[in-house]
């Protein structure tokens, strides 16, 4: 069993920074992907960005791009979201996902959650206007 761990979210004002951290503990489990899921209230959870376990970013949706940059640091199981320039749509909770290895196919949908088997608990990231 892989258990993920957030942290780094916050109240920020509109134009400024955070960054999330997700850590992964738990195994011996191969992760393929690890993705970052935000839903904001009363809004359907979607997909920010996804990253593979070798550090290759697949996806990011159309609203976060130029402003979010996914990062993972293998020797410490972390995934992480740097995010710029945030504005009042970004205000949601962020949850980390990982996808077991082997996952053929995965980055054809990378954004689908139902395609990750684990999840943390999530972070609340505020941005004020």
């Known amino acids: 069993q892989v258990t993920l761990v957030e942290s780094g979210g916050g109240l920020v004002q509109a134009g400024g920074s955070l960054r999330l951290s997700c850590t992964a503990s738990?195994?011996?489990?191969?992760?393929?992907?690890m993705g970052w899921f935000r839903q904001a209230p009363g809004k359907e959870r979607e997909a920010v960005t996804a990253?593979?376990?070798?550090?290759?970013?697949?996806y990011y949706v159309d609203s976060v791009k130029d402003r979010f940059t996914a990062s993972i640091d293998n020797a410490k199981s972390t995934v992480f979201l740097q995010m710029n320039n945030l504005n009042s749509e970004d205000t949601a909770i962020y949850s980390c996902?990982?996808?077991?290895?082997?996952?053929?196919?995965?980055?054809?949908?990378?954004?689908?959650?139902?395609?990750?088997?684990?999840w943390g608990q999530g972070t609340q990231v505020t941005v004020s206007s």
């Open positions: 996902a990982a996808a077991r290895d082997p996952f053929p196919g995965f980055c054809l949908l990378p954004s689908q959650s139902r395609r990750y088997h684990y």
């Open positions: 738990g195994g011996p489990i191969k992760l393929h992907a």
């Open positions: 990253i593979t376990w070798r550090g290759t970013t697949i």
